[in-house]
């Protein structure tokens, strides 16, 4: 298939791995590319630009297509390094930058006088116009359907996929709730030129995700998740359940380790259900964890079913 989306990344799928905190990691980023989609290592899971570095280099020895790196621009009292994470992304010859958080005007000419595309991550139209105007090349739309993402608008992408479509000149991929061939059809129907999946790529194999995390995502439903203030759908368990009842808001907790919550990185001692793990309402289409490469060929598969519809005329 191809649309700008897939000729403006090189790549053989209109579907990215989007970054995700702590599941981001080389492994994953290398196998989405392989089997023709858009990883993306997610540069803040690196404690150092050094750290960055090298999870670029190990990608890279496990795949010759092309990746990208997550970089979220959020306000701290001591802000990362971000000149550094910049710095390593152009000296490393990273052709993709998947931008979040914050304005990331600041950091555009040094990444795009590199040939960087940019794809800059958006929770409603009127931020995706302002990405588009400072000059960012795509967009990814996020829906209220997507997990562990803050300043939400509740608006679902049935509704803000079409106005973007309506508004948007750059292209633009569908974020939330995307977990199967159907919901690709879907995207593309609604104007985007292709599918960012979070959740969905969790529970795979090369996923460095905890093992328990991944069987909440099969066993649980979007029914089932917690909508805080400060995080947008989080996987129910018992730590979880406990702190509802009593009307006290998850994201408050302190992480058991500090920046390590909800993947394999955890110490031992850190039991599982005392976890904060977050979650797309996209969970009510997951019933396994394939590999990587068998995930993204029944999309493939499936995706000519999905598109055959009645004609209006055969009515």
């Known amino acids: 298939m191809k649309t700008r989306i897939t000729e403006l990344f090189g790549i053989r799928h209109p579907i990215?791995?989007?970054?995700?905190?702590?599941?981001?990691?080389?492994?994953?980023?290398?196998?989405?590319?392989?089997?023709?989609?858009?990883?993306?290592?997610?540069?803040?899971?690196?404690?150092?630009?050094?750290?960055l570095a090298r999870e670029i280099e190990r990608c890279r020895a496990m795949t010759d297509q092309?990746?990208?790196?997550?970089?979220?621009?959020?306000?701290?009292v001591k802000p990362p390094d971000y000149p550094g994470y910049v710095r390593v992304i152009v000296e490393h010859g990273v052709r993709v930058v998947e931008t979040a958080g914050n304005n990331p005007q600041k950091w555009l000419p040094e990444l795009q006088k590199a040939?960087?595309?940019i794809i800059h991550k958006c929770t409603s139209v009127r931020h995706a116009k302002k990405a588009e105007s400072i000059g960012c090349d795509a967009l990814s739309i996020d829906g209220f359907e997507c997990g562990g993402h803050p300043g939400e608008d509740d608006v679902p992408n049935f509704i803000l996929l079409p106005r973007a479509a309506d508004e948007l000149r750059v292209p633009f991929v569908a974020s939330g709730g995307m977990a199967d061939a159907r919901s690709l059809v879907a995207a593309?129907?609604?104007?985007?030129?292709?599918?960012?999946?979070?959740?969905?790529?969790?529970?795979?194999?090369?996923?460095?995700?905890?093992e328990a995390y991944k069987g909440l995502l099969v066993s649980q439903r979007s029914v089932d998740l917690m909508y805080t203030p400060k995080i947008a759908g989080v996987a129910a368990n018992w730590l979880v359940e406990s702190m509802r009842?009593?009307?006290?808001?998850?994201?408050?907790?302190?992480?058991?380790?500090?920046?390590?919550?909800?993947?394999?990185?955890?110490?031992?001692?850190?039991?599982?259900?005392?976890?904060?793990?977050?979650?797309?309402?996209?969970?009510?289409?997951?019933?396994?964890?394939?590999?990587?490469?068998?995930?993204?060929?029944?999309?493939?598969?499936?995706?000519?079913?999905?598109?055959?519809?009645?004609?209006?005329?055969?009515?």
């Open 16 to 51: 990215i791995q989007g970054g995700m905190h702590y599941v981001g990691l080389a492994e994953l980023a290398a196998a989405v590319s392989n089997a023709g989609g858009l990883g993306i290592i997610t540069g803040l899971t690196q404690p150092t630009p050094d750290d």
């Open 66 to 76: 092309p990746f990208g790196v997550n970089l979220t621009f959020l306000p701290a």
């Open 115 to 117: 040939g960087i595309k």
């Open 188 to 210: 593309l129907a609604f104007g985007a030129e292709g599918m960012n999946m979070g959740t969905r790529f969790i529970a795979t194999e090369e996923s460095g995700a905890h």
């Open 245 to 315: 009842l009593v009307g006290l808001d998850p994201a408050n907790l302190p992480e058991p380790e500090p920046g390590r919550m909800g993947t394999g990185h955890l110490p031992p001692t850190v039991r599982p259900w005392a976890n904060l793990w977050s979650a797309g309402q996209g969970i009510d289409q997951i019933d396994d964890v394939p590999s990587v490469a068998a995930l993204v060929e029944r999309l493939r598969a499936e995706y000519d079913a999905a598109c055959r519809t009645p004609r209006f005329d055969a009515v």
